[in-house]
C-alpha cells in the first residue's frame, strides 16, 4: 500500500506540474509525458511489465459472482494481480467502472486499464460500412461519422477503438472489404486520415474522443484468392507504392497505435515481421505509437509454420516489435522467463511498456481512470437524435447511382402504384451490416419504412424470397436460400399492378466482414431468379442493392433500366434510400471499388500496370493480354457514380511550374447542364509515362467534391506537387523523375479529358 501511494503521489505531482505546461508546445509536453511514464516505470517489476502487454477479452459477467475455475478464474487472479494491461469487449459504464476499479484499487501499482472495442461503423448510433463511407468521397462527412462513433464509445466507457482498417484491396471476394476504404491508396490515405481525426480529435484525453488503430500492417488486404487470414506474396513495388501509403497517411495523422496483420509477407508472419514493425514503423516512419496484435496472432505464428511453440513464438513476436498481445496469452506466461534466460533483453520490455503507458497518460486514465465511466453522460450522448442526423447525413452521401435509363428516377411523390418487393426492404437488422457488436438487433429503419413516409403514393409490399436462412450472428457462417420460391406469385402479382418496381435484392448483413470470403459474387440465392421473374411482367424496375461488397451483376446492368448501389448504411438505411429514390438527396457517390463482369477478372482494380502486350496487334490475334471469354473493363469502374443531373468538363488546362516552383495547376471547367442541383466529385488521375520503376495506367492524385445548382459554372483547379508526382522506388525511398506525364479530369477513373505536361 505504501509503494501504491508513493505512486499515486508521483503521478499527481507531475499532474499538477503539467498545467503549467503551454499546451501549443508539444514537444514540451510529450517531454514531459514521457517523465511521468519513466517514474512510473521505475516503479514496475518485471511481471508488472510485462502485464501491460498483456491484453484479455471480457471474460465474466462482472455484476455475478467472481469466477472461481478455467480461464475467467485464471485471467481474474491475473487481473488483482496487475497482470493485465488492457480488456477488450467490455462495454457500458458500469461494467467498465467495475473492472477499472479492480485494476485501479486492488492491484499494487493501481495502473489503470486501456479498453478497446471494434467500434468499425459506430457504437449504437451505426453509420454505414466503411467501404459506403468511402463511395461518399466526403472527407468531412467521413470524420463527423467517426466522431459519433467516438463520442458514443467514449460515452460507454470504452477509450480505444480497433479501426481504421485502412487495408487496400482489389479483391472483392474478401469479405473484409466492408471495411475498409477500397482498391485506391490516395483515397484510401485520405480516408485514414479523416477517421483518425474523427476519432482522436485535437485532444486524446478529452471525453468524447478516443484512441485510433490503424490495421492491419501490413498486406492483409492482398490475401491470396481473396480467402481471409491466407498467404500474402507481393513485391517491393506494390507494397511501398499501394499498401503503405494509407498506413504512413494515418501515423502522420498522429494515430495513437497499429494493429499488426493475421498474414505472412515475404514467408514471415506480419506479428512476428521485424521488417514491417521495427525496420520500417519503428524506424524508417519513428513511429511512438504501441503496436497491439489481432486476435490470438502471436499464437497463430505455430500453425503458420514459423514458431516452434509458444515459448518460441513470444520470442519472435517481442524481438520483431509486437508490443501488446491480444488474446494469445503467451507474453504473460513466457517473457518473464525469456528475459531472466537472457533470450529477450529487457530494454525490449521496457521500450514496449513505455509505449503503452504514454497512451495511457494521454487518455488521461492516470488523471481520472473513471473518466469515461459518467452514466449520465452515457444516456445523453448515446443513440441521440443529433447522432442519427449525422449518419442519415453521410449514407445519403454514400449512395452510388450505377445506372438511370429513361430518368426512370427520381420517382414521382404522388399519383403512382409502387411495388416494393425483396425480403431486404423490409429487413430492420441486415442493413447493420457487419462489425457493428454494439448495435440493438433490429435498430435500423428499413426501406419499407422509409418510402412509407411518402404516402401520396400507394405503395405496396412482397417478400418474394428470403435471402437466408435460420438464423443469422457474426460468428456464425451464413446459410443462402438456395430453393425456396414460395414467395414469387405474390411478388408478381403486385409487380403487375404497379407503375414502378423497388426491388432490394443484395447480400444479409453478416455475409461480408471476417472469414466471409466468397468465390461466387452473383446475387445470392433465388433472388437473381426473382429479378427475372418480375421483370418478364413489369420491367420498369428500380434494383437497389444491399452489399458489402462489389457484386457481379451482369444480367441487371443490361436490362435493368435504374440501379442504385445503397450498401449497408446503418441506423438511418430506409430513410436515406428513400430520399434518394424521390428525389429530395440528389445522389453524388462514387464507387471506392470496381464493379467486376466476372469473378474470373480479380483482383480487378484501375489502377493496373499497362504491360507489355497492353493492345490487340491485329484483329484476329491472340498474342496481347486479355481474356479469350471476358474484356478486361470492369462492368463498373472506380470512380463511377451517376447524378438526376448531368455534368459537363471543358476547357482542361496545364501550367507547368516546374522546376522552378515544383508544381504543375491543373485547370478544368465543370458545368451542371441537367435540370437540378448536384454534387460531382471532380477526380484527378495521373498517368508517369515512363520511369525507373513501371507505373500504373493511371492513379488517382486529386479528388474535389464541387456543388453546382443547375445551369451554373465553375474552375476547377488542381495543384500538383512533389507529393502526388513522385513515387517509392525498390528501395523504399521517394523519387521524383524527369519524364512525360499525362493528366485526366473527370468523373470516373475511365474519364478521357486529358492533357499532357513534362518535367524536365
Given at each position: 500500500m505504501k509503494l501504491k501511494l508513493f505512486l499515486l503521489i508521483v503521478v499527481l505531482t507531475a499532474c499538477n506540474q503539467s498545467s503549467s505546461i503551454h499546451t501549443n508546445d508539444e514537444n514540451q509536453a510529450s517531454s514531459h509525458i514521457d517523465r511521468r511514464v519513466d517514474s512510473v516505470l521505475s516503479l514496475m517489476t518485471l511481471s508488472e511489465k510485462i502485464g501491460q502487454m498483456n491484453q484479455y477479452n471480457g471474460f465474466w459477467d462482472v455484476t455475478g459472482p467472481v469466477p472461481a475455475e478455467g480461464d475467467a478464474a485464471k485471467k481474474y487472479d491475473h487481473l488483482k494481480k496487475g497482470l493485465v494491461g488492457s480488456m477488450l469487449n467490455i462495454k457500458g459504464v458500469e461494467e467498465v467502472r467495475r473492472v477499472q476499479k479492480i485494476a485501479v484499487e486492488e492491484t499494487r501499482l493501481g495502473i489503470p486499464l486501456i479498453i478497446?472495442?471494434?467500434?468499425?461503423?459506430?457504437?449504437?448510433?451505426?453509420?454505414?460500412?466503411?467501404?459506403?463511407?468511402?463511395?461518399?468521397?466526403?472527407?468531412?462527412?467521413?470524420?463527423?461519422?467517426?466522431?459519433?462513433?467516438?463520442?458514443?464509445?467514449?460515452?460507454?466507457?470504452?477509450?480505444?477503438?480497433?479501426?481504421?482498417?485502412?487495408?487496400?484491396?482489389?479483391?472483392?471476394?474478401?469479405?473484409?472489404?466492408?471495411?475498409?476504404?477500397?482498391?485506391?491508396?490516395?483515397?484510401?490515405?485520405?480516408?485514414?486520415?479523416?477517421?483518425?481525426?474523427?476519432?482522436?480529435?485535437?485532444?486524446?484525453?478529452a471525453t468524447n474522443t478516443i484512441a485510433a488503430c490503424a490495421k492491419h500492417f501490413a498486406g492483409y488486404g492482398f490475401s491470396e484468392s481473396g480467402k481471409d487470414y491466407n498467404t500474402v506474396d507481393v513485391g517491393t513495388s506494390t507494397l511501398y507504392n499501394t499498401i503503405f501509403p494509407p498506413f504512413i497517411a494515418a501515423k502522420e495523422a498522429g494515430v495513437a497505435t497499429f494493429m499488426n496483420a493475421f498474414n505472412e509477407l515475404n514467408g514471415v508472419p506480419a506479428t512476428g515481421n521485424k521488417f514491417l514493425q521495427r525496420d520500417v514503423l519503428k524506424g524508417d516512419w519513428d513511429y511512438n505509437g504501441f503496436v497491439v496484435s489481432d486476435w490470438g496472432s502471436i499464437a497463430e505464428m505455430i500453425p503458420h509454420g514459423y514458431a516452434e511453440n509458444g515459448r518460441d513464438a513470444a520470442l519472435k513476436a517481442i524481438h520483431a516489435g509486437s508490443d501488446m498481445d491480444m488474446e494469445s496469452y503467451l507474453y504473460v506466461a513466457e517473457l518473464e522467463s525469456l528475459v531472466e534466460n537472457k533470450k529477450v533483453d529487457v530494454a525490449l520490455i521496457d521500450d514496449a511498456v513505455r509505449r503503452i503507458l504514454k497512451l495511457k497518460f494521454e487518455l488521461g486514465l492516470f488523471d481520472d481512470p473513471y473518466k469515461y465511466c459518467d452514466l449520465e453522460r452515457e444516456k445523453s450522448v448515446v443513440n441521440s437524435k443529433e447522432n442519427h442526423d449525422i449518419v442519415l447525413d453521410v449514407a445519403r452521401k454514400s449512395i452510388v447511382l450505377l445506372k438511370n435509363e429513361g430518368q426512370l428516377l427520381p420517382l414521382k411523390k404522388e399519383g403512382q402504384k409502387i411495388a416494393l418487393i425483396g425480403a431486404l426492404a423490409a429487413d430492420k437488422n441486415s442493413p447493420l451490416g457487419s462489425w457493428r457488436l454494439a448495435a440493438e438487433d433490429n435498430s435500423a429503419i428499413s426501406v419499407l419504412e422509409g418510402m412509407q413516409r411518402y404516402p401520396a403514393n400507394e405503395l405496396m409490399y412482397a417478400k418474394g424470397a428470403d435471402v437466408t436462412i435460420g438464423e443469422t450472428a457474426f460468428i456464425s457462417e451464413v446459410t443462402i436460400n438456395t430453393n425456396d420460391k414460395s414467395g414469387f406469385q405474390e411478388a408478381l402479382n403486385i409487380a403487375k399492378k404497379a407503375d414502378k418496381v423497388v426491388m432490394v435484392l443484395g447480400e444479409n448483413g453478416f455475409q461480408t466482414g471476417e472469414g466471409r470470403?466468397?468465390?461466387?459474387?452473383?446475387?445470392?440465392?433465388?433472388?437473381?431468379?426473382?429479378?427475372?421473374?418480375?421483370?418478364?411482367?413489369?420491367?420498369?424496375?428500380?434494383?437497389?442493392?444491399?452489399?458489402?461488397?462489389?457484386?457481379?451483376?451482369?444480367?441487371?446492368?443490361?436490362?435493368?433500366?435504374?440501379?442504385?448501389?445503397?450498401?449497408?448504411?446503418?441506423?438511418?438505411?430506409?430513410?436515406?434510400?428513400?430520399?434518394?429514390?424521390?428525389?429530395?438527396?440528389?445522389?453524388?457517390?462514387?464507387l471506392p471499388m470496381s464493379f467486376p463482369k466476372s469473378v474470373g477478372q480479380i483482383p480487378l482494380y484501375y489502377n493496373h500496370k499497362n504491360t507489355g502486350r497492353p493492345s490487340i496487334p491485329e484483329p484476329g490475334l491472340v498474342f496481347w493480354s486479355h481474356y479469350g471469354d471476358e474484356s478486361n473493363d470492369p462492368l463498373y469502374a472506380f470512380g463511377h457514380g451517376l447524378s438526376y443531373t448531368h455534368f459537363d468538363y471543358s476547357n482542361l488546362q496545364i501550367e507547368n511550374n516546374y522546376p522552378s516552383k515544383k508544381s504543375i495547376t491543373v485547370k478544368v471547367d465543370l458545368h451542371n447542364s441537367g435540370n437540378y442541383d448536384g454534387k460531382e466529385v471532380v477526380q484527378l488521375y495521373l498517368h508517369d509515362l515512363f520511369a525507373s520503376v513501371t507505373r500504373p495506367v493511371k492513379e488517382l492524385k486529386g479528388l474535389e467534391m464541387v456543388s453546382l445548382a443547375k445551369g451554373e459554372s465553375k474552375t476547377v483547379e488542381f495543384v500538383l506537387t512533389d507529393k502526388e508526382l513522385g513515387f517509392f522506388d525498390n528501395e523504399g525511398a521517394w523519387v521524383i523523375e524527369e519524364g512525360k506525364f499525362e493528366v485526366f479530369v473527370g468523373g470516373s477513373s475511365q474519364t478521357t479529358n486529358m492533357a499532357a505536361f513534362e518535367i524536365k
Open positions: 478497446g472495442f471494434d467500434c468499425i461503423h459506430g457504437y449504437k448510433t451505426i453509420s454505414p460500412i466503411p467501404l459506403a463511407e468511402a463511395a461518399s468521397w466526403d472527407m468531412e462527412a467521413i470524420r463527423k461519422s467517426a466522431e459519433v462513433a467516438a463520442a458514443e464509445t467514449a460515452a460507454s466507457g470504452i477509450n480505444w477503438t480497433f479501426a481504421p482498417m485502412v487495408d487496400v484491396s482489389r479483391d472483392a471476394r474478401w469479405g473484409r472489404v466492408m471495411e475498409g476504404a477500397g482498391e485506391d491508396p490516395y483515397l484510401g490515405s485520405k480516408i485514414a486520415v479523416a477517421r483518425v481525426k474523427g476519432f482522436q480529435g485535437e485532444d486524446l484525453s470470403s466468397l468465390a461466387n459474387l452473383d446475387l445470392p440465392g433465388v433472388q437473381q431468379e426473382l429479378l427475372e421473374a418480375v421483370f418478364k411482367v413489369n420491367p420498369n424496375i428500380v434494383l437497389v442493392l444491399n452489399n458489402g461488397r462489389p457484386l457481379t451483376i451482369n444480367w441487371a446492368a443490361e436490362h435493368i433500366p435504374a440501379i442504385v448501389e445503397a450498401w449497408h448504411l446503418g441506423s438511418e438505411s430506409g430513410h436515406a434510400i428513400a430520399q434518394v429514390l424521390y428525389g429530395d438527396y440528389n445522389p453524388s457517390g462514387k
